[in-house]
T-cell receptor
Framework: GQNIDQPTEMTATEGAIVQINCTYQ??????LFWYQQHAGEAPTFLSYNVLDGLEEKGRFSSFLSRSKGYSYLLLKELQMKDSASYLCAVADSNYQLIWGAGTKLIIKP | IAGITQAPTSQILAAGRRMTLRCTQDMRHNAMYWYRQDLGLGLRLIHYSNTAGTTGKGEVPDGYSVSRANTDDFPLTLASAVPSQTSVYFC??????????????FGPGTRLTVL
């Protein structure tokens, strides 16, 4: 079966760094996406990885290891507005996105 | 219209009633999707359409139907609503359904309660 695992909830302090992990087992792999979803809102795209390594975009970075079926999203210099759920999704062999349940990130002052 | 719109924003529906959720995009995207999102679960694909005139079943299609008469519109119909269909429904679109880089853009969602 296809499976995406990520922690249910994490807590971090404003100004700090947090790493949200995602492991996956899917039928095929055509890229991994991270989305941000604020409470009561739609998911919005953050990053995309299809090759191994680190992709950096401002305060956010995403890492992929295809051999380990593993990715992480790194958020630096945390701000209160970063309080949200972070969704990991993998494009399978049919290019359909398989979604994790999301990680709720709580930022404390 | 900018992006994807959904209507209604929220709805309370009696069990057994028929309901159509509307979705319209103005980005000329080929592919469109309907998801449901329930607490503690990931987004689950209900139906999809790779291009106008074609539709396909996702992970949880039972009790739902879709049509894609043109590029812009992708309505989702619940023929006879049941309480287990209480959920938040998101419509999404992407430029292509068959490319690796398949960033999906989401509508604001419809919160549906079936009593």
């Amino acid at each position: 079966g296809q499976n995406i695992d990520q922690p249910t909830e994490m807590t971090a302090t404003e100004g700090a760094i947090v790493q949200i992990n995602c492991t996956y087992q899917t039928s095929g792999f055509n890229g991994l996406f991270w989305y941000q979803q604020h409470a009561g809102e739609a998911p919005t795209f953050l990053s995309y990885n299809v090759l191994d390594g680190l992709e950096e975009k401002g305060r956010f970075s995403s890492f992929l290891s295809r051999s380990k079926g593993y990715s992480y999203l790194l958020l630096k210099e945390l701000q209160m507005k970063d309080s949200a759920s972070y969704l990991c999704a993998v494009a399978d062999s049919n290019y359909q996105l398989i979604w994790g349940a999301g990680t709720k990130l709580i930022i404390k002052p | 219209i900018a992006g994807i719109t959904q209507a209604p924003t929220s709805q309370i529906l009696a069990a057994g009633r028929r309901m159509t959720l509307r979705c319209t995009q103005d980005m000329r995207h080929n592919a469109m999707y309907w998801y449901r999102q329930d607490l503690g679960l990931g987004l689950r694909l209900i139906h999809y359409s790779n291009t106008a005139g074609t539709t396909g079943k996702g992970e949880v299609p039972d009790g739902y139907s879709v049509s894609r008469a043109n590029t812009d519109d992708f309505p989702l119909t619940l023929a006879s609503a049941v309480p287990s269909q209480t959920s938040v429904y998101f419509c999404a679109s992407s430029d292509s359904a068959v490319s690796s880089y398949n960033e999906q853009f989401f509508g604001p969602g419809t919160r549906l309660t079936v009593l």
